[in-house]
């Protein structure tokens, strides 16, 4: 999307002939993993009373508010042993999940790959064994399409495992049958892996499973919103480290303050330790009546020849930090349609494109008018 956006404003720009009132377009950097473009604008740069912004992900449609979020890590120090004498080293791999985004995905049920693999590892503990690996996930604003467990077991206990293992992942099969359709397992017999103790194993996996992600507030004021949410987006281990990144989101501060407090809650009981918030950006309250707004909706209708949906996200947008920085800003966002954001299946609809900038240029003119 934004090589599009960008396109559109440059577009404008160039356009001799299309009235407009001055404009002013800001480009901000690393959206994606954190907004930090946007935190970095300084006050008393921009002088315009209106922004449009146009990194939206649905057309047909004007948002007119957003979460806040902030991202966490969460670090342990481990040591792993390599006592290898009747040890058989197991690898499973869970994959074939939708995945998808973090915050606009969130609402749809689907599996968050690495707490499953908790689930289904938890499902085995009655028997003991040692994890040597868990690797899952690609970034704190998707939801991890796969993951990788690496255990170590006695070797008169490994069919018993398998067995337990596979009984817990038939009911995940069952359960997210109209969900998550094509998930599967795989488990191979590799070459010994260096392990952590039965300790620290049992800590992980409990974390793990225990560690609440998707929904945790749903809106009191707008049916089928999210309103709060959590996501862990990755996780490894080092020879010397389990290593993990998340994040959060909210529409309120107070949800997003309540949620860090939550998270740190679980890892310190847990002994991990977790870090301060990174890159946290305010929400960005709906105002559906302000002029922008009632003038977008209007030409975004006459742009797609029907009624807009006007919403509010459960993602974060830059708007939210620019109006912080800018008090009295009115902010209004479109956007052409992207699927799969955030996604090996990302793709942008182009047949999208044309309405998208015809309705960013009629709103150029009507704004011409009203400043």
């Not at 670090?75 to 792993?80: L, T």
């Not at 609402?107 to 689930?119: F, K, P, Q, S, V």
Request: with cysteine.
């Amino acid at each position: 999307v934004t090589n599009t956006s960008i396109g559109a404003c440059f577009s404008i720009l160039e356009d001799k002939n299309l009235i407009h009132p001055p404009i002013e377009v800001l480009v901000t950097r690393d959206e994606e993993t954190g907004l930090y473009g946007a935190a970095a604008l300084e006050p008393g740069i921009l002088k315009a009373k209106y922004l449009i912004n146009v990194d939206s992900e649905e057309w047909k449609s004007v948002c007119i508010g957003c979460a806040g979020g902030f991202t966490y890590n969460i670090k342990h120090e481990i040591v792993k042993e390599k006592n290898s004498n009747d040890i058989i080293t197991k690898q499973f791999v869970l994959r074939g999940l939708n995945g998808g985004h973090s915050g606009v995905n969130i609402d749809l049920g689907r599996i968050n790959a690495i707490t499953m693999m908790g689930r289904l590892l938890a499902s085995a503990k009655e028997i003991n064994f040692n994890v040597c690996q868990v690797i899952g996930g690609t970034a704190h604003n998707g939801i991890p399409r796969d993951c990788t467990a690496v255990v170590s077991i006695h070797k008169a206990l490994s069919d018993k495992f398998d067995a337990l293992v596979n009984n817990e992942y038939n009911k995940v099969k069952v359960e997210y049958a109209k969900i998550d359709p094509n998930v599967s397992i795989e488990i191979t017999t590799i070459p010994f892996q260096p392990y952590m103790n039965t300790i620290e194993s049992l800590r992980l996996i409990n974390f793990l499973n225990g560690f609440i992600c998707g929904p945790i507030r749903w809106s009191p004021d707008v049916a089928g919103l999210v309103d709060t949410s959590h996501n862990l987006g990755v996780i490894k281990i080092t020879d010397t480290h389990i290593e993990m990144v998340g994040s959060c989101r909210a529409f309120a501060q107070s949800q997003l303050d309540w949620m860090y407090t939550w998270v740190k809650s679980i890892t310190q009981t847990t002994g991990y330790i977790i870090s301060d918030k990174i890159g946290e950006y305010p929400g960005w309250k709906p105002e559906p009546d302000n002029d922008l707004n009632r003038i977008m909706k209007e030409e975004t209708r006459d742009a797609y020849g029907c009624e807009p949906k006007i919403y509010a996200i459960h993602a974060g947008l830059e708007c939210g930090l620019f109006m912080g920085k800018y008090p009295g800003l009115i902010c209004t966002s479109i956007g052409p349609e992207i699927n799969f954001p955030h996604s090996p299946n990302e793709r942008l609809l182009i047949k999208s494109v044309t309405p998208f900038y015809r309705s960013l240029v009629n709103l150029s003119k009507v704004l011409t008018k009203l400043l």
